[in-house]
């Protein structure tokens, strides 16, 4: 069902439970008001003035300040985690014993082996989880997957893509934080590298590189995935304000996933020839002068809208609410094993020392 359809006639409106009460939780309990058979059943703070207040504007029925409660609440269909990254895992792991089904917010985990953690508790309780990773969702990557595997650019060669945000290195901030699981590759990375799995698969072999901040966690990391036929370059950072576009690139033409890909609503064709014109430089724009260039008329290119309204979070959501009134335990979209597969990446990565510079 599409944003803005009318929920099914006779259907129960699907009833979810946000743990947390940041950014992220902000967005999503805005997008279930697009869904018109989602309702908001209980939200989840420590602080519970700030679940009150959370709980008032986007029409949540009560406001919780401990979670058992929260687990134990039977009108609830489904839990939306979207606390800081270090308590993912174990209030992952609490809701599924709980017989809740869980929608983590990425990174679902820290690490790989606590990603494994969790798909052997939904195993045994026969519980839904899933990473929420929200891009693959998004009618415009949904597309740009239908038309590789159609064949329209032939076989995928190389995938290029950056993610970068200027952050200024605060004390206190999660994104500087190691206990909070702070770091580029875990706020940003994890999009680049999810994405090209979700073209290429695993790879045979990968590589890269990473600079620390003061804090010690990177600030900039680069990402080298080497398959047979194939390579993924990717990179993220806190550094620079970045191109912050996903470039798949084939035998027969490149299809690119225009900024800020990670919540795309336009995807650029390019034909063979129209990568041959060397004078227009690469299909990855950076920087004014790339925003320029891309107004300009140019043979061979395509410009395809996937507009949405809202964040774009409502069709993970969508999703999770389908398999779990199937009775899934997970979404073949977003695997846990693939979600596994990220941080284990990320981590051969920071597992090397870190670069003195870039």
Partial sequence: ?????????????????????????????ADLALLPD??????????????????????A??????????????????????????LHVAQGLRGIAAGKPVLIEKPIAL??????????????????????????????VVAAREQVAAGRIGKVRRIRADLSYVREEIPGSRFFDPALGGGSAFDLGVYTVSLALHWLGSPERVTGRWLAARSGIDLRCEIVLHYPEAVAELSCGFD?????????EGAAGAIRLDAPFLKAQRLTHYTTAALGCSWRGPPLRYGLAGRLLDRLPMPGRIRENYSFAGNGLQFQARAVMDAVRSGETGCATMPLAESAAVLSIIETVLAQPPAKTF
């Fill in 1 to 29: 069902m599409a944003s803005g359809d009318a929920a099914p006639s006779g259907a129960e409106r699907f009833c979810w439970g946000i743990i947390g009460t940041g950014v992220i939780a902000r967005q999503f309990a």
């Fill in 38 to 59: 989602a309702r908001i059943g209980a939200v989840q703070s420590r602080a519970l003035d700030k679940a009150q207040a959370f709980a008032a504007e986007f029409g």
């Fill in 61 to 86: 029925t009560v406001a919780y300040r401990d979670l058992e409660p929260l687990l134990a609440d039977p009108a609830i269909d489904a839990l939306y985690i979207a606390t800081p990254n270090s």
């Fill in 111 to 140: 690490t790989a082996a606590d990603v494994h953690s969790v798909i052997e508790a939904s195993g045994a309780h026969r519980v839904f989880a899933m990473e929420a990773m929200w891009t693959r969702f998004l009618p415009a």
């Fill in 240 to 248: 620079r304000n970045g191109g912050n576009q996903f470039l798949i």
